[in-house]
């Protein structure tokens, strides 16, 4: 399978990682376990028995009152809750194989889909906004943008920081959410390559 490259001779790649079907169910699997890894879980409440307070008995048990205990009871305002939300990790188990499985699969359809454009290089050597926005229009890409580099300059990142919905990443930083959230994809031939070694 080749890959057009823009002002270069095209690149031959694998038709086992650039050429497989959609698996719709994986990719969800994927993405929706990677945003689950990115998430907190820091939230915590206090039930009735973590809350600072007496836990006299505030009414005598006849004559009104509703025979209650004490006001850390969750029916009151300032009660503990009853269910009590606790620290907890959202992460997903993906076997390794399925992930590389589904990166695969949103290459191959970004491939088919004309999203994905191959250079032989940014070509940005100033950290200046107005070479990256040149650079995009003779792409012509737009929307969000993802920027795929082996080693990416810094002048790459800086010239890219004050555009919005524009991304620079490293080939190791490459990620399905990344991936699926991208209007077009812009990869370096050697992150192809990097790509390619990885998933074969």
């Known amino acids: 399978m080749e890959l057009n490259v823009i002002g270069a001779k095209p690149l031959?790649?694998?038709d086992e990682v650039f050429g497989g079907e959609?698996?719709?169910a994986l990719i969800h699997q994927v993405v929706v376990a990677y945003q689950a890894g990115g998430r907190a879980g820091t939230?915590?409440?206090?039930s009735r028995g973590e809350l600072s307070g007496t836990t006299k008995k505030f009414k005598k048990q006849k004559g009104g009152g509703a025979r209650h205990g004490d006001y850390r009871a969750p029916i009151f305002v300032g009660g503990g809750r009853t269910f009590a939300a606790k620290p907890r990790s959202f992460e997903q188990k993906v076997n390794r194989k399925s992930y590389r499985v589904a990166i695969r699969?949103?290459?191959?359809?970004?491939?088919?889909?004309d999203r994905l454009k191959v250079v032989e290089s940014f070509g940005i050597d100033t950290?200046?906004?107005?070479?990256?926005?040149?650079?995009?229009?003779e792409l012509q890409v737009s929307g969000r943008v993802?920027?795929?580099s082996e080693d990416a300059n810094e002048a790459t990142f800086l010239a890219a920081r004050n555009i919005p919905y524009i991304h620079v990443v490293d080939v190791l930083a490459l990620n399905p959410v990344s991936l699926v959230g991208s209007d077009h994809i812009v990869?370096?031939?050697?992150a192809v390559k990097k790509i390619e070694e990885w998933l074969a």
């Open 12 to 14: 031959n790649v694998s």
């Open 127 to 137: 950290p200046k906004t107005k070479a990256m926005v040149a650079k995009l229009a």
């Open 146 to 148: 993802l920027l795929v």
């Open 43 to 46: 939230k915590a409440q206090l």
């Open 105 to 113: 699969s949103i290459l191959s359809e970004l491939i088919r889909q």
């Open 187 to 190: 990869m370096t031939v050697d």
């Open 22 to 24: 959609l698996k719709q």
